[in-house]
């Protein structure tokens, strides 16, 4: 199962902003779609944005269009969630993942289509 590891959350205003990045470990993200998911107490966890395998296809939940944006680096084996104009129901604990089949056009927000987790890192909006 690939593994990742998740960091750069924190306690940020409303309106702020954040980086996440995704470290994948033990294998290569090159061949992979990787997507971000997240988990708020008390709720399911929910799909937030991907990026195809090639990278040239992205993908957003209607709650983070226009704030989020995803991005990868194959070189550092790394994906990015650039947070912007964060919001308090943007708290949560947030995941990597990578998709279990090629997604190389398109990616999808579905956990089903997505193997191997990290620990998450928490993102807390609050004044």
């Known amino acids: 199962q690939p593994q990742f590891v998740e960091s750069g959350g924190g306690l940020v205003q409303p309106g702020g902003s954040l980086r996440l990045s995704c470290t994948a470990s033990?294998?290569?993200?090159?061949?992979?779609?990787i997507a971000w998911f997240r988990q708020a107490p008390g709720k399911e966890r929910e799909g937030v944005s991907c990026?195809?395998?090639?990278?040239?296809?992205?993908n957003y939940a209607d709650s983070v269009k226009g704030r989020f944006t995803i991005s990868r680096d194959n070189g550092k084996n790394t994906v990015y969630l650039q947070m912007n104009n964060l919001k308090p129901e943007d708290t949560a604990v947030y995941y990597c993942?990578?998709?279990?089949?090629?997604?190389?056009?398109?990616?999808?927000?579905?956990?089903?289509?997505?193997?191997?987790w990290g620990q998450g890192t928490q993102v807390t909006v609050s004044s």
């Open positions: 993942s990578a998709g279990a089949y090629e997604m190389y056009y398109a990616c999808t927000l579905q956990e089903y289509e997505y193997d191997g």
């Open positions: 033990g294998f290569t993200v090159d061949y992979y779609a």
């Open positions: 990026i195809s395998s090639s990278g040239r296809s992205t």
